[in-house]
Structure formats: structure tokens, C-alpha cells
């Protein structure tokens, strides 16, 4: 089915420790994002990629790194994980010029 | 400066009774605005969005919901709960040429039955 994939679709990781989020879509979008989402805060923009060779800052992007490896793939990565960074994060993406965005199912990351 | 303010956190409605939930934003341009549904363990579901032209908007599964731009409101609205809808709603905000969507907190919907 086309749509945004991400994976994994659990992890639990130790303090310190790195990990790579993915995310992948099939709808040939050109813009891509990440979002985590906190109880009680809604989701929050982590990076977003505009078009394939971009990236850029938005609400929340302190502890993350991001690379838009193609046009379908958008990762995310935590190089040192804390436990602030416990959440579900939620890979997007949107045609340009569309005003809909597609949402994977999320990654739900825990930090202990 | 965009944002987004949902009033309530939780709502409770029986079955078959009218759903309301309150969404208000502030934007200094035209906004595009959004409802979103996300149920449990799972992403988030488009319901409906307003861009432009007619401001009563209808979404999947029997909401809708009006722009009112002297109010600065876009609630989401169904005439009659079933038990389906038990989920959470996020009504969500982008100006036009921005790329970054900014969210509500969320209302959590429970049906009685």
C-alpha cells in the first residue's frame, strides 16, 4: 500500500546510546518531515526536508541530526540519547504545492 | 506567530449525541487549517481541511467543520457519536507557503454508550 513506512516500530534504548530513525514514502513527495508527539503538547516539528539536498530546523531540534537520503527516504537520528527524548515520533510527507500531510504509523522510542 | 488551542482536553458524549470540539488559532495570513484523528497505537488520519472558498468543510465519517475567520475558530462537529469515533482529535494550523504545521494538544473523545 503507498504511504510513509517507518521502522522500527519500537526501541528502547539506554542513555548515551545513537540510533537511526526511518522513514520512507512511496507517493513521490517532495517534502518530508519528522514530528514527536508528547502528552498533553500535541506534536511538535523536529526537521523538515523541503525537497531532496535540503533540511531544515523547526520547533524542536536540539539532540537530533537528520539526513534526506533520496527522494523517498528521510532519517533521523539521536547521536546521544537522553530520557527527554522518550516519545512517538511521527515521520510526514506532502506534494508540493498539496496542503495534506501523510503520516507513517510512528516509531515509539523509549530512553531509560 | 501561528498557533492552535483546543479547548479540552477530554469530552465525553453519549452515543448518538452531537460531537463538538473546539479548535481556535491565530495566524497572521489566510490560514490552512486541519482536522486530524488518531486512534490508538496508530498515525494520524486526515478528517477534513479548509483552504479555501466554501468554509463549511466536510470530512470522512460524518464530520465537518466551518471557518469562521471573525472568530478565528474551525470546530469539528457530528451530529450524532458512535462508538467508533472514541479517539483523539487534533486540529492543526499552516500558513500558506509555510511548510511547518503546528498542532493542537489534542481532545480526547470518549462515547458512552
Known amino acids: 500500500n503507498a504511504g510513509v513506512t517507518q521502522t522500527p516500530k519500537f526501541q528502547v534504548l539506554k542513555t548515551g546510546q545513537s540510533m537511526t530513525l526511518q522513514c520512507a514514502q512511496d507517493m513521490n513527495h517532495n517534502s518530508m518531515y519528522w514530528y514527536r508527539q508528547d502528552p498533553g503538547m500535541g506534536l511538535r516539528l523536529i526537521y523538515y526536508s523541503a525537497s531532496e539536498g535540503t533540511t531544515d530546523k523547526g520547533e524542536v531540534p536540539n539532540g537530533y541530526n537528520v539526513s534526506r537520503l533520496n527522494k523517498r527516504e528521510f532519517s533521523l537520528r539521536l547521536e546521544s540519547a537522553a530520557p527527554s527524548q522518550t516519545s512517538v515520533y511521527f515521520c510526514?510527507?506532502?506534494?508540493?504545492?498539496?496542503?495534506?500531510?501523510?503520516f507513517g504509523s510512528g516509531t515509539r522510542l523509549t530512553v531509560v | 506567530a501561528q498557533s492552535v488551542t483546543q479547548l479540552g482536553s477530554h469530552v465525553s458524549v453519549s452515543e448518538g449525541a452531537l460531537v463538538l470540539l473546539r479548535c481556535n488559532y491565530s495566524s497572521s495570513v489566510p490560514p490552512y487549517l486541519f482536522w486530524y484523528v488518531q486512534y490508538p497505537n496508530q498515525g494520524l488520519q486526515l478528517l477534513l481541511k479548509?483552504?479555501?472558498?466554501?468554509?463549511l468543510v466536510k470530512g470522512i465519517n460524518g464530520f465537518e467543520a466551518e471557518f469562521k475567520k471573525s472568530e478565528t475558530s474551525f470546530h469539528l462537529t457530528k451530529p450524532s457519536a458512535h462508538m467508533s469515533d472514541a479517539a483523539e482529535y487534533f486540529c492543526a494550523v499552516r500558513e500558506g507557503g509555510a511548510n511547518n504545521l503546528f498542532f493542537g494538544t489534542g481532545t480526547r473523545l470518549t462515547v458512552i454508550p
Open positions: 510526514a510527507s506532502r506534494p508540493t504545492g498539496g496542503y495534506g500531510y501523510t
Open positions: 479548509y483552504t479555501t472558498g466554501a468554509t
